[in-house]
């Protein structure tokens, strides 16, 4: 199994093998007509992700400013055996509802609203403290009219409705630095096929 170690003692990708890696779960998706005009899906996914090596090290956060979780070896490297491969969540789920109005023969206004949320998550090969997340959450919400045929789609928006923040990454080889999702945003769209 390749893998990219990046970040750690600078700011450089270093590619490392590790003896194994498992991966395994159940994920499920639902969809329902609740009512003429009314439309309901909801998701969920459960994961399970773990290298297996007992030999797999990647330096940790060049800054010495993380709390690694992980035992170190001799050249203070985090021994990542049975660690959680990164970017991936435990837990997913997600929730969508749309109402709609017939405007005509051709359309109709629409409300839709999606939900998401996503469970535990490790953003390195290592583990620490502070490059985690558990939680994210986020929601949005849409207003418009669309043609049935899909040529045109016009509507307003706004993402994350509840102003979350939402830590999705770090940098870990200079400081304790965390990146966002964007905060709550508005907007207009407008989409058309020929």
């Not at 017939?102 to 998550?121: M, R």
């Not at 509507?155 to 923040?165: A, D, H, K, L, S």
Request: a negative charge.
């Amino acid at each position: 199994m390749q893998l990219t170690a990046i970040g750690g003692a600078g700011n450089f990708n270093q590619l490392i093998n590790a003896k194994k890696g498992i991966g395994y779960g159940f994920e499920s998706d639902v969809e329902w007509l609740a009512a003429d005009y009314l439309v309901l899906t909801a998701g969920f996914a459960l994961n399970k992700t773990e290298f297996r090596d007992p030999n797999l090290t990647v330096p940790i956060c060049g800054s010495g400013q993380c709390t690694p979780l992980d035992p170190l070896d001799a050249n203070g490297n985090a021994i990542v055996n049975g660690n959680p491969f990164p970017q991936a969540p435990k837990v997913t789920g997600n929730f969508t509802a749309r109402y709609s109005i017939p405007a005509g023969p051709d359309g109709d206004f629409y409300v839709f609203t999606d939900w998401s949320i996503q469970g535990k998550t490790n953003f390195f090969l290592y583990e620490s403290a502070e490059f985690k997340t558990s939680g994210n959450f986020e929601g949005g919400l849409r207003v418009g009219y669309a043609r049935n045929d899909k040529a045109f789609d016009f509507g307003f928006y706004v993402r994350n409705i509840t102003n979350e923040r939402n830590v999705i990454g770090g940098i870990d080889f200079n400081n304790l630095t965390g990146f966002t999702k964007d905060p709550r945003t508005f907007g207009i769209s407008l989409t058309m096929h020929r």
